[in-house]
């Protein structure tokens, strides 16, 4: 009894830890290939092909042309399958091979040559040069890029009847899937208001086709769902049809229509 306090027991107990496990936070690096290849962006020690970007202008107050070009230096096997048309253009021979490009812009074909290397540029930049992408991206073979630059476009555009002409005949230009069924929602979206306001008159006839898709979209199965796989394609979006596509290892770039012909060819 003479052990309470105030008439409480009071038990001291010391612990000690017997274990031997010291937890260590697991660290798996990623696979280093897209930075390995980023490093050997402009390496001239190791590049096979040179890009003269640019051309000759004439210099104020002179009659003389001075040249204005820069120079990029590349490697034909990342350009294989990065940027196919810039790839057949260095050649296959051996040795630095020097390539001119005078119809792209010098900070666009930086751009673009970045992103084959495994770059990522910003939504900014994509959002202020969407445009001079998509066609320089459209003519040297850069399809990814071309597709997310065009995925930015439409989203920061507002389509109204004064520039939806404009728009269509680009993205049939261009093969701009997406950009061409935005503008066909809109239409159809907007057909009363549309009808009479609006010429079509240079619009290419195969363009019915991607208006009655349009329409079929926003119309309801009957019957349960649609039993042919035609009509299933033809009222999928652009992006689920490119989904599909990349899951197959097809090419995402072009027309809806080949985009379903291609479906069907490897379903």
């Known amino acids: 009894m003479t052990t309470l306090v105030q008439g409480s027991l009071v ?70 399958s990065c940027a196919p048309t810039l790839y057949e253009m260095c050649g296959a ?19 673009i040559l970045y992103y084959a290397y495994g770059g990522k540029l910003p939504e900014d930049e ?28 439409v989203e920061s555009i507002e389509l109204t009847m004064d520039n939806m002409m404009d728009n269509l005949l680009y993205a049939d230009s261009k093969n701009l899937a ?13 057909k009363t208001s549309i009808i009479g306001k609006v010429s079509f008159d240079d619009a290419p006839g195969h363009l019915i086709t991607d208006v009655l898709s349009a329409m ?10 649609d039993k042919d796989e035609s009509a299933k394609y033809v009222k999928m979006r652009v992006g689920t049809l490119r989904k599909m596509l990349d899951e197959k290892g097809l090419d995402v770039d072009g027309s809806r229509e080949s985009m379903i012909a291609l479906l069907k060819e490897h379903a």
């Open 11 to 80: 038990i001291e107990v010391r612990m000690k830890s017997t274990s031997t496990d010291m937890s260590i936070t697991q660290f798996i690096p990623t696979n280093p290939i897209n930075k390995n290849v980023l490093k050997l962006f402009m390496n001239e020690e190791t590049a096979d092909v040179v890009f003269e970007v640019g051309g000759e202008k004439h210099a104020k107050g002179r009659r003389k042309k001075t040249k204005s070009s820069t120079s990029f230096h590349a490697h034909r096997n990342i350009l294989q």
């Open 93 to 111: 021979d051996g040795g630095v091979r020097v390539v001119s490009i005078t119809d792209v812009k010098t900070e666009i074909f930086y751009n």
């Open 126 to 153: 994509l959002k202020k040069n969407a445009k001079d992408i998509i066609n320089a991206c459209d003519k040297y073979g850069v399809v990814h890029l071309k597709l997310e630059a065009a995925a930015v476009y």
């Open 178 to 190: 997406l950009l061409k069924e935005a503008v066909m929602d809109y239409i159809v979206k907007n």
């Open 216 to 225: 079929a979209r926003g119309e309801q199965p009957v019957g349960g769902g």
